[in-house]
């Protein structure tokens, strides 16, 4: 019923940047909260950053004043704008959204992942 597509991941060196955007599709009446998780190998999934549909913003404490969360409603798309990047980044990335579908249900879909790796 809804589909996350995710782009943006790559390799980079400590220190760049990188840029992830989320589109979600299908049969959204609105969306809530949207966000970005991450898991690295051997450890569990964990919350990055999150965004409500008012503006609102939620971050790690490993991240802040390193990522921002930034979304547009019209497009429900998320970004996630990372900085000052750290060899510890390195993760599969997930988008997260919860979605008001048009049949009235409200329900939780995750996007496919993109690894980001930051390595020299």
């Known amino acids: 019923q809804v589909q996350l597509v995710e782009s943006g991941g790559g390799l980079v060196q400590p220190g760049g940047s990188l840029r992830l955007s989320c589109a979600a599709s299908?049969?959204?009446?609105?969306?809530?909260?949207m966000g970005w998780y991450r898991q690295a190998p051997g450890k569990e999934r964990e919350l990055v950053a999150a965004?409500?549909?008012?503006?609102?913003?939620n971050y790690a404490d490993s991240v802040k004043g390193r990522f921002t969360i930034s979304r547009d409603n019209a497009k429900n798309t998320v970004y996630l704008q990372m900085n000052s990047l750290k060899p510890e980044d390195t993760a599969v990335y997930y988008c997260?959204?919860?979605?008001?579908?048009?049949?009235?249900?409200?329900?939780?879909?995750w996007g496919q992942g993109t690894q980001v790796t930051v390595s020299a």
């Open positions: 997260n959204a919860d979605v008001f579908l048009l049949n009235s249900d409200y329900a939780d879909y």
């Open positions: 299908g049969s959204i009446f609105s969306i809530n909260v």
């Open positions: 965004v409500t549909s008012g503006g609102s913003t």
